[in-house]
């Protein structure tokens, strides 16, 4: 069984920056890779970053909205994944998910993750 509890979400100001953290237990991560996704209301869930547990490798999205913005580490002694997320715009406000990829599948595809954390809310208005 594995556990993913996100945290640091909340509400910010336009242009503000938040750290996103999700606290793994349960299983070893070793070669898993490890997303976010986050889905605006009325929308699709999408993917914004992973990241490989062993080897560090990162993935993110091609969205030209997010590019540069956000950034993926892990800290694999805190058994931590973490979403560094600057300049925040109106339209990142949604609830951002952390996922545990299992198989082979795309790291860019919802479907490939098996366990997912509740989700934290980030809301960025003025």
């Known amino acids: 069984q594995v556990q993913l509890v996100e945290s640091g979400g909340g509400l910010v100001l336009p242009g503000a920056s938040l750290r996103l953290s999700c606290a793994a237990s349960g299983r070893t991560f070793s070669g898993r890779t490890m997303g976010w996704f986050r889905q605006a209301p009325e929308k699709v869930r999408e993917f914004v970053a992973a990241?490989?547990?062993?080897?560090?490798?990162?993935?993110?999205t091609d969205t030209d909205a997010l590019k540069g913005r956000f950034t993926i580490s892990r800290d694999a002694a805190k058994n931590t994944v973490y979403l560094q997320m600057n300049s925040l715009k109106p339209e990142d406000t949604a609830v951002y998910y952390c996922a545990a990829r299992t198989g082979t599948g795309s790291p860019y595809l919802s479907d490939s993750y098996s366990y997912w954390g509740q989700g934290t809310q980030v809301t960025v208005s003025s």
């Open positions: 990241i490989n547990w062993s080897a560090g490798g990162t993935y993110y």
